[in-house]
């Protein structure tokens, strides 16, 4: 989806974008798919404006044609295989996550997804140079936490600074904030380049959860189909089908976004709190429904060690 801005195109200016808002246009898909007669009235505005605008808007966000050889070439020049830092994650990821591409991080509350989206953002950051945006819409996101993640990765003050440097941290509240935070990002790429430090690309997009921001506008009969239990890659909450099983959440609708999806779950009676297990329930690459156990602690496991946590503050902390 992409917002409706003053400036988008000729005719669009401030008072018509407030206008469009107030019977609920907000983005260029609720904007070519009305009925611009019906628009008209409602917005008291011209009818031969709206359509002018609705051209414009088809022509600059409708899709082009692409040849294979074009993608191939594309494909060859812009991925790259990012470690999680995880070594039993890389391998159900088949080596890590890859960009150009959105992978799905699911899972109930207290499940650690954040915690897994923190370790990625450390490890690319601290180990291969590289710059990460993260959208937290949660409010998950801490900066001991993450400071923590990359003291286990390097003693040096100086190497932690220029690595929390190079994760770029936005806030977003609802959905349209987060529409308009990767519009801004996405402009030309400006808005990419501007986030990234020393003038390098950005490698990794985190929303962390996409799930916490489209939920709510599908209403109260929707929130309790998605059964409604917690908090680029991103991640989603989790509900149930009808035989009872756990899975993402968001319905059909959104299950064709990511390109790999794996689930993240609590085992049960386990002696080990930050040990969980991680489903492979999506991919292009591999088998699905390929399972492994994940240990949440990893990306933090040296500077954990020694201080004085007991298996209960572990726990808490995730």
């Known amino acids: 989806m992409v917002l409706l801005r003053e400036g988008m195109c000729p ?8 206008r469009l808002r107030d019977v609920h246009v907000k983005t260029v898909e609720n904007y070519v798919s009305s009925d611009i007669e019906d628009l008209a009235k409602k ?19 409708a899709s082009f044609p692409v040849s294979g050889a074009d993608l191939y070439d594309e494909l060859l ?11 039993d994650l890389d391998a159900l990821l088949d080596s890590g996550v890859y960009t150009g591409e959105v992978t799905e991080l699911a899972g109930g509350p207290g499940s650690g997804k954040t915690q897994v989206c923190m370790g990625l953002a450390a490890t690319v950051s601290q180990h291969l140079k ?7 819409t949660t409010g998950g996101l801490t900066a001991g936490r ?33 529409l308009d935070c990767l519009h801004r990002l996405g402009a030309n790429g400006g808005g990419l380049r501007q986030a990234s430090v020393g003038g390098g690309s950005v490698k990794v997009l985190i929303v962390d959860s996409v799930s916490a921001v489209i ?5 109260s009969r929707h929130q309790e189909v998605l059964n409604m239990t917690s908090g680029p ?32 779950e609590r085992l049960p009676d386990a002696e080990r709190p930050a040990l969980r297990s ?17 240990d949440l602690q990893w990306w933090s496991r040296s500077s954990s060690q020694g201080s004085g946590k007991t298996k209960s503050d572990v726990n808490d902390d995730l």
């Open 130 to 136: 590289q710059n990460v945006i993260y959208v937290d």
């Open 215 to 219: 939920a709510p506008l599908l209403g």
């Open 77 to 87: 020049s812009s991925s790259a295989i990012l470690s999680t830092g995880n070594p």
């Open 278 to 294: 991680v489903t492979l329930i999506k991919s292009s690459r591999r088998p699905c429904l390929i399972r492994a156990e994940l």
């Open 233 to 264: 890659q991103v991640t989603n909450h989790v509900s149930r089908n009808d035989e009872g099983e756990v899975q993402p959440g968001l319905g059909v609708t959104w299950s064709h976004v990511p390109r790999t999806r794996i689930l993240l």
């Open 11 to 18: 005719g669009l200016d401030q008072d018509l974008v407030r």
């Open 43 to 61: 917005c008291s505005a011209s009818y031969q404006a709206l359509i002018a605008i609705r051209r414009v808007l088809l022509a600059q966000h």
């Open 146 to 178: 993450l400071q923590q993640m990359l003291q286990s990765q390097t003693r040096s003050h100086e190497q932690q600074t220029e690595a929390m440097q190079r994760i770029a941290v936005y806030r977003a509240v609802d959905v349209f904030s987060l």
